[in-house]
């Protein structure tokens, strides 16, 4: 299950934590794709007071419900589109990247065009026609599911659709 994503949020509470080994480590292997324990590692327990953690506990708890923490961390991967920390995002003045893009973001479309290969299901939190624009397979593409508050992007049965669908498929994984 891919999610697409506009960028994670920054809060300089945050810093210290990338000097903690075990959170650094599991940042280190998730950018390598190394196979862990818990390859989500915002859902692994030994992290719950890292940042990012209770905003994706927030955002999945519905999943973790019907379809079990286990399954989730080996099935949950998510993109985002400015992959950098910022507190707002902003694209790229045009003066630097003519599409407003980083290049990582490349490096992104390429993951949700092999995901798409493999016929993933992908849900679009934020920021869904920029991720159109950079992938525009994704208009036509039979797996996309949307948010329906995209200011909102919990991922509960009231706000996805196709939520049990997207549950039965991370159960069948």
Same mark, same amino acid.
């Given at each position: 299950?891919?999610?697409? &994503?506009? @960028?994670?949020?920054?809060?300089?509470?945050?810093?210290?934590?990338?000097?903690? %080994? @075990? $959170?650094?480590?599991?940042?280190?292997? &998730?950018?390598?794709?190394?196979?862990?324990?818990? %390859?989500? $590692?915002?859902?692994?327990?030994?992290?719950? !007071?890292?940042?990012?953690?209770?905003?994706?506990?927030?955002?999945?708890?519905?999943?973790?419900? !019907?379809?079990?923490?286990?399954?989730?961390?080996? @099935?949950?991967?998510?993109?985002? +589109?400015? %992959?950098?920390?910022?507190?707002? $995002?902003?694209?790229?003045?045009?003066?630097?990247? %003519? !599409?407003? +893009?980083?290049?990582?973001?490349?490096?992104?479309?390429?993951?949700?065009?092999?995901?798409?290969?493999?016929?993933?299901?992908?849900?679009?939190?934020?920021?869904?026609?920029?991720?159109? !624009?950079?992938?525009?397979?994704?208009?036509?593409?039979?797996?996309?599911?949307?948010?329906? @508050?995209?200011?909102?992007?919990s991922l509960s049965p009231n706000n996805l659709e196709g939520y049990g669908r997207l549950v039965?498929?991370?159960?069948?994984?």
């Amino acid at each position: 299950m891919y999610v697409l &994503n506009l @960028n994670p949020g920054y809060s300089p509470e945050d810093d210290a934590w990338h000097a903690e %080994p @075990n $959170y650094r480590t599991a940042i280190i292997d &998730n950018l390598s794709h190394r196979t862990t324990a818990f %390859p989500f $590692y915002f859902l692994d327990p030994r992290l719950k !007071d890292a940042p990012g953690s209770a905003w994706w506990r927030r955002r999945t708890r519905w999943w973790i419900r !019907d379809a079990g923490l286990e399954t989730l961390v080996r @099935n949950l991967f998510c993109a985002e +589109l400015f %992959p950098y920390h910022s507190r707002r $995002y902003r694209r790229v003045p045009k003066a630097i990247s %003519p !599409d407003g +893009l980083v290049p990582s973001s490349g490096y992104a479309a390429h993951l949700v065009r092999e995901a798409m290969r493999t016929h993933r299901p992908i849900v679009a939190m934020r920021a869904f026609g920029a991720w159109c !624009d950079l992938i525009p397979e994704l208009v036509g593409y039979g797996k996309v599911f949307r948010i329906g @508050n995209p200011q909102n992007v919990s991922l509960s049965p009231n706000n996805l659709e196709g939520y049990g669908r997207l549950v039965g498929e991370l159960r069948a994984t």
